[in-house]
């Protein structure tokens, strides 16, 4: 019996992140979607290539043109790893590229906690990680330093874990 409780405690630990080959398809769809036509923010919607896209369905539009099985669903569901968004916590110290990061504005943190998410992706022009996510605010899809404001607002931060790790 203890060692099945060990199993289960170990279980999460034992979960890899996405192979680098997924890594680098959704670098590519990314970066091709970002230097065409703006995506504009659409609550609801979730086609990045049609160009309309709220938070959770622009990360789902990328992720399902990579070939990743996600179902379309809240960045709150995406936070708790539930609905096909098979994922680990991350600690800060450890993020990677495509690493999920959620987020609760103070005007809505008691009635959406991670209510908004975005993923981490390579800058252009240095190694330096840069957070892409559908902004209501800024009415279209931006990348942008993982600023101050960004860092007191995260949430969580989770590891998508399909596949094996190569």
């Given at each position: 019996?203890?060692?099945?409780?060990l199993?289960?405690?170990?279980?999460p630990?034992?979960?890899?992140g996405?192979?680098?080959?997924?890594k680098?398809?959704?670098?590519?769809?990314?970066?091709?979607?970002?230097?065409?036509?703006?995506?504009?923010?659409?609550w609801?919607?979730a086609?990045?290539?049609?160009?309309?896209?709220?938070?959770?369905?622009?990360?789902?539009?990328?992720?399902?043109?990579?070939?990743?099985?996600?179902?379309?669903?809240?960045?709150?569901?995406?936070?708790m790893?539930?609905?096909?968004?098979?994922?680990?916590?991350?600690?800060?110290?450890?993020?990677?590229?495509?690493?999920?990061?959620?987020?609760?504005w103070?005007?809505?943190a008691?009635t959406?906690?991670?209510?908004?998410?975005?993923?981490?992706?390579?800058a252009?022009?240095?190694?330096?990680?840069?957070?892409t996510h559908?902004?209501?605010?800024?009415k279209?899809?931006?990348?942008?330093q993982?600023?101050?404001?960004?860092?007191?607002?995260?949430?969580?931060?989770?590891?998508?874990t399909?596949?094996?790790?190569?």
């Open positions: 019996m203890k060692k099945l409780i199993f289960f405690i170990l279980l630990s034992l979960a890899f996405l192979s680098d080959s997924y680098k398809r959704i670098h590519t769809e990314t970066i091709f979607l970002l230097s065409g036509k703006p995506i504009i923010y659409t609801g919607a086609d990045a290539r049609g160009l309309k896209a709220d938070c959770s369905g622009y990360i789902y539009s990328i992720f399902k043109y990579c070939g990743l099985p996600v179902k379309r669903t809240t960045s709150l569901q995406m936070s790893g539930m609905a096909g968004w098979s994922s680990i916590p991350v600690e800060l110290d450890d993020v990677e590229e495509t690493d999920l990061l959620f987020f609760t103070p005007e809505s008691k959406r906690p991670n209510g908004h998410v975005g993923f981490l992706i390579e252009h022009r240095s190694d330096l990680l840069e957070v559908a902004s209501a605010s800024k279209q899809v931006v990348v942008q993982y600023n101050p404001y960004l860092l007191k607002h995260t949430t969580a931060i989770r590891r998508l399909f596949g094996d790790k190569k």
